[in-house]
T-cell receptor, first 113, second 112 residues
């Protein structure tokens, strides 16, 4: 079945450092890919998405490119802030929409001043 | 604030008991989703309703059931509770079947 694999956390960075959180997926067909963020005590928020190969999703300085050849959707940010500290989830849906999201295990990011 | 509300925020109960979790979707959203987030299983899709009808099912146990009412709020019923059912239960809603899901703050269930 479909699955998502994320790098283990926590990822600990200093403010203004470069961030990469790796995500790879296994899916049949052409899934849509997503990054969600969960701040402490809150529900998940959609951070960015990509619906087809070579699409780049971007939001709030975060970017991820849908790479079909490597089945990857790595999350990057050029300069992290303390306020970016949260848990980040990579996810896919098995059609072109949002139904039945399959999530990775989540990666906790801790940014220190 | 996503506009999705869930009650209660916390629930503590004993094994063998039954509980009901409630979700009110964003105004205008017809689709409701339920997810379970636990330490060992991660975040898993349970079930989806659209305009009162079940549309998709995930890893939902037979002891669990859900429904969506005419006013579009949804309830997730968990029965014969086990220790392993302790988790965060999230509800999400979307305008229709294939749009962005907006998540509620979750209900934390603790089974003792």
């Amino acid at each position: 079945g479909n699955s998502v694999t994320q790098m283990e956390g926590p990822v600990t960075l200093s403010e203004e450092a470069f961030l990469t959180i790796n995500c790879t997926y296994t899916a049949t067909g052409y899934p849509s890919l997503f990054w969600y963020v969960q701040y402490p005590g809150e529900g998940l928020q959609l951070l960015l998405k990509a619906t087809k190969a070579d699409d780049k999703g971007s939001n709030k300085g975060f970017e991820a490119t849908y790479r079909k050849e490597t089945t990857s959707f790595h999350l990057e940010k050029g300069s992290v802030q303390v306020s970016d500290s949260a848990v980040y989830f990579c996810a896919l849906s098995d059609n072109t929409g949002f139904q039945k999201l399959v999530f990775g295990t989540g990666t906790r990011l801790l940014v220190s001043p | 604030d996503s506009g999705v509300t869930q009650t209660p925020k916390h629930l503590i109960t004993a094994t063998g008991q039954r509980v009901t979790l409630r979700c009110s979707p964003r105004s205008g959203d017809l689709s409701v989703y339920w997810y379970q987030q636990s330490l060992d299983q991660g975040l898993q899709f349970l079930i989806q309703y659209y305009n009162g009808e079940e549309r998709a099912k995930g890893n939902i146990l037979e002891r669990f059931s859900a429904q969506q009412f005419p006013d579009l709020h949804s309830e997730l019923n968990l029965s014969s509770l086990e220790l392993g059912d302790s988790a965060l239960y999230f509800c999400a809603s979307s305008v229709d079947l294939n749009n962005e899901q907006f998540f509620g703050p979750g209900t934390r269930l603790t089974v003792l």
